[in-house]
């Protein structure tokens, strides 16, 4: 973590930040093989269309994201704002804040962020990311998901360092 004036900025390494566009890409290219290669009597076209629709756009944005590096969490007084995964949710204000914590999925660690009007939080966002929201809330209890893969120290270490700035704006109230 870094401090940018009062605020603390958490940042992704290089080798991180360049690993995503890295797997997306050849996923990318698996998909495109799939339909050029046409093996299996048109699943495969569909399976790769499919798999162009998904991973194209993430390795789009992810490669964008790796050339142009920016914190992936911001913290501050006031709230935090998280850009770490194309569902960042970008400013959230502590006093919507209800519960954080780390959560294992899938062999993961996230720190998962909850608030206590889900319905207010996702319509303040996009169209596309509101979707993939409620998708991820299906799996993983919490309104906001920051992968620990993205994070320069532990999670519990960004829990409990969320956790005493969120205390400290419940006392302000």
Do not use: C, Y
Request: hydrophobic share 50%; aromatic share 6%.
């Amino acid at each position: 973590m870094a401090m940018q004036g009062e605020d603390l900025a958490v940042t992704t390494s290089a080798r991180q930040r360049w690993r995503l566009p890295g797997l997306a890409a050849i996923m990318t290219a698996g998909s495109a093989a799939l339909i050029i290669t046409r093996t299996d009597g048109g699943l495969d076209v569909v399976v790769g269309l499919l798999g162009l629709a998904f991973f194209g756009p993430i390795t789009l944005w992810s490669l964008l994201r790796a050339i142009t590096p920016q914190p992936a969490l911001i913290l501050s007084a006031d709230g935090f704002t998280d850009r770490a995964t194309a569902t960042g949710a970008g400013f959230v204000p502590w006093p919507e804040v209800q519960r954080i914590d780390a959560r294992l999925f899938l062999g993961r660690v996230l720190v998962t962020v909850t608030v206590k009007d889900p319905a207010a939080f996702r319509r303040r966002q996009p169209a596309g990311r509101r979707l993939l929201l409620r998708i991820n809330r299906s799996l993983v209890a919490g309104d906001v998901f920051i992968p620990e893969n993205l994070l320069p120290m532990p999670a519990a270490d960004l829990v409990h360092t969320m956790r005493a700035l969120h205390d400290q704006a419940d006392g302000l109230a």
